[in-house]
């Protein structure tokens, strides 16, 4: 793969990282994947934007202008052909000799990687996942996107190590989202309910375009934190992500979600998601 790192695109093996970065020492970064079908970015502006808020919530500064963030995207994708995966882009407060204090005149650390793989026709959808629920053991300000992925990282562990595919978080008896992705009930009346904007979730761009689109379809919505007993008793349960799209839950800690199979409302979701999204890629 041709990788970008601070202004030069090089292949993979020659790109290099300081050991006094930032990012590396105190996960002093933050990081943003956009997906990319037939060779086009799907919701690029909400990524965008949600990049620009995570740099100044912690202050590093912007690296490039908007036009030039666009153009980088572009050229990662000419440059490795991808026709179907992701775009990664991490940016770091930079390189300084190791200090919990930092200072002001850093030069951002900026790096731009694809990935190549399927995200159309995902077989999950067709079968939908099982999730197990843990205590959210993050830090307080998840809606910054910082590279402080451990606990979830952990987390997918204990899942896969339970025989499921993902964990949710519960804070206070209230699902936050899940490891990497927002969780987003359906009640038996049918109306969607998804947990608020706060520092509790990451502000996911898929949420609100999910949340877009079910406005537009006449659907119910309600922008509440639920409990993880509303979810179980729902009659859907779906995650939301940049490259998972819609997927549904068919069972939370081994008890089957409504019929157990994928529901409707999701199913419909997904095919307005890709519909609307491919229509709208750039
Ligand atoms: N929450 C968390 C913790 C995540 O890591 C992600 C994926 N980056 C999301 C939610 C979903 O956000 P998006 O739809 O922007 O990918």
């Given at each position: 793969r041709?990788?970008?790192?601070?202004?030069?695109?090089?292949?993979?093996?020659?790109?290099?990282?300081?050991?006094?970065?930032?990012?590396?020492?105190?996960?002093?970064?933050?990081?943003?994947?956009?997906?990319?079908?037939?060779?086009?970015?799907?919701?690029y502006?909400?990524?965008?934007?949600?990049?620009?808020?995570?740099?100044?919530?912690?202050?590093?500064?912007?690296?490039?202008?908007?036009?030039?963030?666009?153009?980088?995207?572009?050229?990662?994708?000419?440059?490795?052909?991808?026709?179907?995966?992701?775009?990664?882009?991490?940016?770091?407060r930079?390189?300084?000799?190791?200090?919990?204090?930092?200072?002001?005149?850093?030069?951002?650390?900026?790096?731009?990687?694809?990935?190549?793989?399927?995200?159309?026709?995902?077989?999950?959808?067709?079968?939908?996942?099982?999730?197990?629920?843990?205590?959210?053991?993050?830090?307080?300000?998840?809606?910054?996107?910082?590279?402080?992925?451990?606990?979830?990282?952990?987390?997918?562990?204990?899942?896969?190590?339970?025989?499921?595919?993902?964990?949710?978080?519960?804070?206070?008896?209230?699902i936050?989202?899940?490891?990497?992705?927002n969780?987003?009930?359906?009640?038996r009346?049918?109306?969607?309910?998804?947990?608020?904007?706060?520092?509790?979730?990451?502000?996911?761009?898929?949420?609100?375009?999910?949340?877009?689109?079910?406005?537009?379809a006449?659907?119910?919505?309600?922008?509440?934190?639920?409990?993880?007993?509303?979810?179980?008793?729902?009659?859907?349960?779906?995650?939301?992500?940049?490259?998972?799209?819609?997927?549904?839950?068919?069972?939370?800690?081994?008890?089957?979600?409504?019929?157990?199979?994928?529901?409707?409302?999701?199913?419909?979701?997904?095919?307005?998601?890709?519909?609307?999204?491919?229509?709208?890629?750039?």
């Amino acid at each position: 793969r041709i990788v970008y790192v601070n202004g030069e695109w090089m292949p993979e093996a020659d790109a290099k990282i300081s050991v006094f970065d930032r990012g590396f020492q105190f996960a002093d970064s933050i990081y943003e994947i956009t997906a990319v079908l037939g060779g086009k970015l799907i919701d690029y502006h909400g990524h965008a934007q949600r990049l620009s808020r995570s740099l100044t919530a912690l202050g590093i500064p912007v690296p490039v202008s908007e036009e030039h963030m666009l153009a980088l995207h572009r050229q990662a994708i000419a440059r490795n052909g991808v026709e179907e995966g992701l775009v990664y882009l991490q940016v770091s407060r930079g390189v300084q000799d190791r200090d919990f204090m930092f200072g002001a005149d850093l030069s951002p650390t900026f790096v731009i990687f694809t990935q190549s793989k399927k995200v159309l026709d995902n077989p999950k959808w067709k079968t939908g996942i099982s999730v197990i629920t843990m205590p959210d053991g993050r830090w307080v300000n998840r809606q910054i996107k910082t590279v402080q992925l451990l606990y979830s990282s952990l987390a997918k562990m204990e899942a896969a190590k339970a025989g499921a595919d993902d964990a949710i978080f519960i804070e206070d008896g209230f699902i936050t989202e899940a490891s990497s992705s927002n969780v987003h009930i359906v009640t038996r009346e049918g109306t969607l309910i998804t947990r608020q904007l706060s520092n509790a979730l990451l502000h996911g761009i898929t949420r609100g375009s999910i949340l877009d689109l079910a406005r537009q379809a006449g659907v119910p919505v309600e922008e509440r934190r639920f409990t993880l007993d509303e979810a179980r008793n729902a009659a859907e349960i779906f995650i939301t992500s940049a490259t998972a799209f819609v997927m549904p839950v068919v069972r939370l800690d081994g008890e089957p979600v409504g019929e157990g199979v994928p529901g409707p409302v999701s199913g419909r979701f997904l095919q307005l998601y890709i519909q609307d999204r491919i229509a709208t890629a750039i």
